[in-house]
């Protein structure tokens, strides 16, 4: 129920008084109320839920998470150890 | 897609598992709040893949399974009535009341329709004058704001034939019932992530201080369950108890100012009936007094239905995590996706269901295992 998915917004409008915006989620296109991020912009990524906008994703937040988990991915190599299955 | 590929790769996977393992002398109990969580961990085999130290319990963050039986009657009874549109969210339509669930009322003749957002069901309302339009308005604190935004647009756009079903929860109060309970075993709680989006993480301190007990918020991909999962375990192995965020990319300190206003101004808080566990404290919103014009309650007059749940459902074991899904007497025999005893067996968030799907043909492990 509380999915999210991460979506690139790619047009702005207003509609009854409320800012939708189009957004692209890898292909699969749907109109999104952007009334709780009314900051968006065309190309900023979003996390959407039921059809409206929760956050704009901190793009420099996302790299940093994935620079930590590759310096973890980096140390286990670096130390030898292997996946056992 | 950005933001969902880069956070389910097998690789840095497999490196966070081996963190995991060696940073495990001890066993811990941990549990993840949320279903999309549990629905996570259970497609990608992550608890059979952690250590045997680590073990996965499945909180009760599933809205679908928690929404209390007597509300689904309410919402079967409003749905059978004539010239009502009956609006809610796909999970719940198989759900089963004490008789049927909304399938079978659509099957007979109701008018009920599955919406993607909750403002298609305003705009239903206004393309039907004449029906009275209603919209079953659960989940938790993620789904809160999109419900709350209906009231106010069908007040803005004078919409009179639209009304709201409220039944929303609340995590905090869920952890602060789990944690003093004298049967937990939890040491651990991977907070949900799109709760936090909205509410932030200020709501989390006062359960770390009481408890000692470490909350990771935690995000949805593979990655970021593992990344939640590695941190906990880390604060436990040194006997340490802190609110952490391992999902800075949609979570805040602070949470979504906006959405918290409007929460504020349409729902209060109201102590909440949770199915399979009974009432707890503070744990939902109901709609403010100002707004009873669009309350759905005050409108059908449904609230003298009350109901008394089947004995052969577990789903309250399953979701204080006292009993794993394969361990139910009922599971996969009395009980299915097609013939749901329960709710955590309907919505492919719900523990049960997400073991039927990827896990019934193991052996069940003993009860207390």
Do not use: W, Y
């Given at each position: 129920m509380c999915l999210g998915v991460p979506g690139k917004v790619e047009e702005i409008w207003e509609a009854d008084g409320t800012t939708m915006a189009r957004v692209d989620f890898g292909g699969v296109r749907k109109d999104v109320c952007l009334a709780y991020v009314p900051d968006l912009q065309v190309g900023d990524y979003t996390i959407v839920h039921v059809g409206f906008?929760?956050?704009?994703?901190d793009e420099a937040s996302a790299e940093e998470t994935l620079s930590l988990l590759r310096d973890i991915g980096a140390l286990e190599a670096e130390l030898g150890v292997t996946f056992q299955k | 897609m950005k933001y969902l590929d880069e956070f389910n790769d097998p690789e840095l996977a497999a490196a966070l598992l081996d963190d995991i393992r060696k940073t495990a002398t001890k066993p811990w109990a941990l549990m993840e709040v949320c279903g999309g969580q549990t629905h996570t961990i259970v497609r990608n085999g992550i608890d059979q893949l952690l250590p045997e130290q680590v073990e996965m319990i499945h909180g009760p963050g599933c809205p679908v399974c928690v929404t209390p039986l007597e509300m689904i009657d309410r919402a079967l009874a409003i749905a059978a009535m004539p010239d009502v549109i009956f609006c809610t969210f796909g999970?719940?339509?198989?759900?089963?009341g004490s008789n049927v669930d909304l399938l079978r009322i659509k099957a007979g003749g109701g008018d009920v329709r599955i919406v993607y957002s909750p403002l298609d069901a305003v705009k239903a309302a206004i393309d039907n004058p004449d029906k009275q339009v209603v919209f079953f308005?659960?989940?938790?604190e993620t789904t809160a704001p999109a419900n709350a935004m209906t009231v106010l647009q069908a007040d803005r756009l004078g919409v009179p034939n639209f009304s709201l079903l409220v039944s929303h929860v609340r995590v905090p109060p869920a952890i602060e019932a789990i944690m003093s309970s004298p049967l937990s075993r939890v040491q651990g709680f991977l907070a949900a992530g799109h709760v936090c989006t909205v509410m932030g993480m200020g709501e989390y301190v006062p359960l770390v201080e009481k408890y000692s007990v470490p909350i990771v918020v935690t995000g949805f991909e593979p990655l970021d369950v593992l990344e939640g999962i590695r941190r906990v375990v880390a604060q436990l192995e040194r006997g340490v108890a802190q609110l952490d965020n391992a999902y800075p990319r949609a979570v805040s300190?602070?949470?979504?100012a906006v959405a918290q206003k409007v929460l504020a101004d349409v729902f209060e808080v109201t102590d909440r009936m949770w199915r399979g566990i009974g009432m707890i404290p503070q744990s939902g919103w109901r709609l403010q007094d100002k707004w009873a014009k669009f309350d759905a309650e005050k409108r059908f007059d449904v609230s003298a239905i009350t109901a008394t749940e089947s004995p052969d459902c577990h789903s309250g074991e399953v979701l204080q995590g006292l009993?794993?899904?394969?361990?139910?007497?009922?599971?996969?025999?009395?009980?299915?996706?097609?013939?749901?005893?329960?709710a955590p067996m309907v919505s492919s968030e719900g523990a049960c269901a997400a073991y039927y799907q990827f896990r019934r043909l193991d052996a069940p492990s003993p009860v207390g295992a």
């Open positions: 906008a929760l956050t704009k994703v | 999970d719940m339509v198989r759900v089963p308005g659960i989940g938790f300190f602070e949470g979504n009993l794993k899904p394969n361990q139910c007497p009922a599971f996969g025999t009395l009980c299915s996706p097609a013939h749901p005893l329960g």
